[in-house]
């Protein structure tokens, strides 16, 4: 740390969730790090970024305080004056977004009382008056506005995997005390071979990212795609939360208009905002989306619930048809296959539950696979995928089976189930484990660390 | 110590792309047999794979991948039977744009259907690009009449990233439980 004080922070729109988290870490790892204290007394404000409200009392905070915020969120966020915690938080990360607070004010504070002579002196160190707007962290981190502090205050996400950080502090994700921890290893009381028992600690990415950065980016978007929640049983999926009604999201009214469209073969423009709209192009199966549908405000319209008549659905008339033709075809960039549109949407909605249709007394079959080259990746895809062709089963038996967190075979059973992939069966489960290893599968292994930028060339 | 080989099969009409998605992920310059086409062929592409092509994955301790493309013309096929012993799948290349792609998709699941039905395909259509008719979901409705079920995913066969996944799929299929991390 670059002084002892301890970090005088005030928690505003946080979920009770991450709340409890924080609450967890403050009294016990960051107990030097911060100290909760009401607004008036803080010099850092912590916000929730990816809480109803946040964005709100951040403008809010921005335009009348001159303290540095802490934003945690599963997006990352480059707010001016801010620093970003990547969920799920990490006792590192915490620590370093402390760290990196404190650099913040430390430099606030420089200017503040460097006199005006020595500003004036050197343009590389050119300082605002005071009462100027606080530049942004990125404005903080150009090497030519303080050498010194520059490699402490850069870009990198608090986040970041290890090797971005120093090793003085241990890495942990930080759960609440109820939170239950996830599965690590062989369930003790599982009475399979724990040397088949197949545990997925590692994510098989459908193709190998290019840096660590992107790598960071890709869980932070699965944690958005596929939710954080813990395992649950069937009995308690409502308990848990682990059940949402597409009705109350833009899926329901995105769904019902896509069966109308390929119903009628005409095209649909589903407004899902005052400015935005995912035009429903049925004949050559496409969508144009005027929103970027793997940008933030997507993600934001399809994981919250909408109000009533938020959404509209409009028949283009021929005239309207022609202008919108031209526009899409000087945007093709949002233009998307019609398929993995939903998917996504399904996903970004799903967070990992499963859907209010979903039969726990029934049993599913893949009839079809998704089509993975063109529909946005999760983790274990295709394992769950292929075993949920080659069986029929429960989404609990597959992830089981597989020894995977439910949310990803939960998150995929809901996309599945809207592109109508799923069929339900009556039949009890069938019993083709894979837990015996078949013929071929260290060469099949190999293979695939091979392809997805491992093992020898 | 002995070595590892194993053979992928890609097959399809001619112009469907197998010389380039062997291409794509092939740790040497693909071996090629192309001639001047001198046939129908001549009408999709100038040149055309008279035998078969051949690529390379090399994998730890000196184990080998096979990448088999067999010829497109029909005429070439009883190099097929050859082809496909101690192959491991299929990966069945099927271009849109082709005047019955229905057809083709008969003729080469008729052709392999034991080789299919012991191992496992996976289906790439290319050109969907150019031809966004018949769709995925009409390729499933097919399979299903001809009693079969694989993966079908549209690609381009000069994108590394849709040809790992297609060999990705074949992979699972064969094993689900199958992991890098093993």
């Given amino acids: ?457 | 110590m002995s070595v590892t080989n194993k053979k992928i099969i890609f097959t399809g009409p001619v112009g469907s792309g197998k010389t380039t998605a062997i291409n794509a992920i092939s740790d040497i310059r693909t071996v090629t047999t192309d001639a001047l086409a001198s046939d129908m062929t001549q009408s999709r592409k100038p040149q055309t794979t008279v035998a078969m092509d051949y690529g390379l994955i090399t994998l730890e301790g000196d184990e080998r991948i096979h990448l088999y493309g067999t010829p497109g013309q029909e005429r070439f096929d009883f190099m097929w039977n050859i082809l496909i012993k101690g192959g491991i799948g299929l990966i069945l290349l099927l271009d849109n744009t082709r005047t019955d792609p229905f057809q083709d998709l008969k003729f080469y699941t008729h052709a392999f259907r034991e080789f299919i039905e012991q191992q496992q395909m996976v289906v790439g259509i290319t050109r969907m690009d150019l031809q966004r008719r018949p769709g995925i979901a009409e390729y499933h409705q097919w399979l299903e009449q001809l009693g079969l079920n694989a993966p079908v995913f549209e690609i381009d066969a000069r994108n590394r990233k849709d040809v790992i996944t297609l060999i990705q799929a074949l992979l699972y299929s064969l094993d689900p439980g199958v992991s890098v991390d093993e």
């Fill in chain 1, 1 to 457: 740390m670059m002084q002892n004080d301890i970090l005088k922070a005030s928690m505003l729109t946080i979920s009770p969730h991450n709340r409890a988290i924080l609450e967890f870490f403050f009294a016990g790892a960051g107990k030097n790090l911060f100290r909760i204290t009401p607004a008036h007394e803080a010099e850092t404000f912590i916000i929730d970024y990816d809480h109803p409200g946040a964005h709100e009392e951040w403008e809010r905070i921005h335009l009348s305080q001159s303290q540095p915020c802490i934003i945690i969120s599963i997006r990352d966020i480059d707010l001016p004056n801010s620093i970003w915690v990547a969920k799920p938080l990490t006792t590192k990360a915490l620590a370093d977004a402390a760290q990196r607070v404190q650099l913040l004010l430390q430099n606030h504070n420089k200017k503040m009382v460097v006199p005006a002579s020595a500003a004036a002196s050197s343009s590389a160190s050119t300082l605002k008056p005071v009462g100027t707007p606080i530049p942004s962290t990125r404005d903080f981190a150009q090497p030519a506005l303080d050498p010194v502090l520059t490699p402490k205050v850069s870009s990198i996400p608090a986040s970041a995997p290890q090797s971005f950080l120093s090793e003085d502090i241990s890495v942990t994700t930080l759960r609440t005390p109820f939170e239950a921890a996830p599965k690590t290893n062989t369930n003790p009381s599982s009475t399979r071979n724990p040397k088949l028992l197949l545990v997925r600690d590692t994510v098989t990415p459908m193709v190998e990212p290019t840096s660590n950065r992107d790598s960071v980016k890709q869980q932070q978007r699965w944690s958005l795609l596929c939710g954080t929640l813990p395992d649950t049983t069937p009995e308690n999926l409502q308990r848990d939360r682990h059940i949402f009604d597409a009705n109350q999201y833009l899926l329901g009214s995105l769904m019902e208009a896509t069966q109308q469209a390929k119903k009628t073969g005409q095209v649909f423009q589903v407004f899902i905002t005052r400015q935005h709209y995912i035009l429903l192009l049925p004949q050559p199966n496409y969508a144009f989306s005027s929103l970027d549908i793997h940008g933030a405000e997507f993600a934001d319209l399809c994981t919250y619930p909408i109000t009533s008549n938020q959404v509209h659905i409009h028949i283009p008339t021929a005239v309207e048809q022609a202008q919108l033709d031209a526009y899409v075809q000087q945007h093709p960039t949002h233009l998307y296959d019609l398929d993995a549109c939903l998917w996504t949407t399904t996903l970004l909605t799903s967070g990992g539950r499963l859907h209010q249709l979903y039969d726990p007394n029934k049993t599913y079959r893949l009839k079809h696979w998704p089509n993975l080259t063109r529909m946005e990746s999760i983790p274990h895809v295709m394992s769950i995928a292929a075993l949920w062709t080659q069986q029929a089963a429960t989404p609990f038996d597959i992830a089981k089976q597989l020894g995977i967190p439910q949310r990803y075979v939960f998150a995929f059973h809901s996309a599945s189930s809207y592109l109508l992939l799923l069929h339900q069966e009556q039949a009890a489960p069938t019993s083709n484990s894979i837990t015996e290893p078949k013929k071929n599968r260290g060469l099949f292994s190999r293979l695939l660390k091979r392809l997805l930028g491992g093992g020898a060339k």
